[in-house]
């Protein structure tokens, strides 16, 4: 059974920094790309970012140069470093990622950033 873990979510002040992580467990971790989408109030789910098995990496332009993904294939976690949010950041964050063509998400954590 795939599960998905998001945490490391909060309420923090434009400009300022947080690191969320998502804890995964029931996949072959070290072969499957992970993703973080966002969603915010009244909005659809929006791509963030991905990191292949390989570590390759790739950015909504909205991130770039701002959020670094990253993965442990030894603890089966991957992160999202996010630095000099914006208000425009606010949403619930999900992990997400497809196996065998069928969509897996965690529950989400919010993140909030007051300008």
């Known amino acids: 059974q795939v599960r998905l873990v998001e945490s490391g979510g909060g309420l923090v002040q434009a400009g300022e920094s947080l690191r969320l992580s998502c804890t995964t467990s029931?996949?072959?971790?070290?072969?499957?790309?992970m993703d973080w989408y966002r969603q915010a109030p009244g909005k659809q789910h929006e791509f963030v970012a991905s990191?292949?098995?390989?570590?390759?990496?790739n950015y909504a332009d909205s991130v770039k140069g701002r959020f670094i993904i990253s993965r442990d294939n030894t603890k089966k976690m991957v992160y999202l470093q996010m630095n000099n949010l914006e208000p425009e950041d606010t949403a619930v964050y999900y992990c997400?990622?497809?196996?065998?063509?069928?969509?897996?998400w965690g529950q989400g954590t919010q993140v909030t950033v007051s300008s």
């Open positions: 990191v292949t098995g390989g570590g390759d990496t």
């Open positions: 997400h990622t497809i196996i065998n063509f069928h969509n897996y």
């Open positions: 029931g996949l072959f971790f070290s072969i499957s790309t």
